[in-house]
């Protein structure tokens, strides 16, 4: 009689998963390409300054996406770091512009990352997708760079 009670429910608990999924689409994988238009998009960093596609059009700019939990994240932070500041030393109009955009993650969590991982990159702390799901649907530490309003080149170090 156990036996028969134990398949009983595991039988109810595989229906009910199976019919809950029914009408559920899975979203697929998808980000932006070389080529396509840059989102137009503007995020304030956290000492309040304003970065957006327009950065576009008298820079490179070069958006990456994180959160401070993901393990690829912290691995790329650093390495943009280095690249950020080597990008500083140049003369200011060939410097390209860089935004750290978060996916998920308020200002106190960024910022206290920020501040004990020495991290002087722009930031900008978004709570939502909102931003991240105009460039990719999955996926990060995710970085794309553009010119012009078109994304030049984007990167899934994960991959």
Same mark, same amino acid.
């Not at 697929?28 to 998009?41: K, R």
């Not at 060939?94 to 960024?110: H, K, L, M, P, Q």
């Given at each position: 009689m156990r036996k028969q009670k134990i398949l009983h429910t595991l039988?109810?608990?595989?229906?009910?998963?199976?019919?809950?999924? #029914?009408? $559920?689409? $899975?979203?697929?994988?998808?980000?932006? %390409?070389?080529?396509?238009?840059?989102?137009?998009?503007?995020?304030?960093?956290?000492?309040?300054?304003?970065?957006?596609?327009? /950065?576009?059009?008298?820079?490179?700019?070069? #958006?990456?996406?994180?959160? =401070?939990?993901?393990? /690829?994240?912290?691995?790329?932070?650093?390495?943009?770091?280095?690249? %950020? $500041?080597?990008?500083?030393?140049? +003369?200011?109009?060939e410097r390209s512009v860089y935004i750290c955009i978060s996916r998920?993650?308020?200002?106190?969590?960024?910022?206290?990352?920020? =501040?004990?991982?020495?991290? =002087? *990159? +722009?930031?900008?702390?978004?709570?939502?997708? &909102?931003i991240y799901s105009m460039f990719a649907s999955i996926g990060i530490? &995710?970085?794309?760079?553009?010119? /012009?309003? *078109? #994304?030049? /080149?984007?990167? %899934?170090?994960?991959?």
């Amino acid at each position: 009689m156990r036996k028969q009670k134990i398949l009983h429910t595991l039988l109810i608990a595989l229906t009910f998963c199976l019919t809950c999924c #029914i009408g $559920e689409k $899975e979203e697929p994988e998808w980000y932006l %390409y070389p080529g396509d238009a840059l989102p137009q998009f503007e995020v304030t960093t956290v000492d309040g300054k304003k970065i957006g596609s327009a /950065d576009s059009y008298s820079a490179e700019l070069i #958006i990456i996406f994180f959160n =401070t939990t993901c393990s /690829d994240c912290r691995k790329e932070l650093p390495l943009l770091q280095r690249q %950020y $500041e080597e990008n500083q030393k140049l +003369p200011k109009a060939e410097r390209s512009v860089y935004i750290c955009i978060s996916r998920e993650e308020g200002a106190a969590d960024v910022e206290k990352y920020w =501040t004990e991982n020495h991290l =002087t *990159l +722009p930031v900008s702390a978004q709570t939502d997708r &909102r931003i991240y799901s105009m460039f990719a649907s999955i996926g990060i530490p &995710r970085i794309f760079y553009a010119k /012009d309003g *078109l #994304i030049t /080149d984007s990167l %899934y170090p994960a991959e």
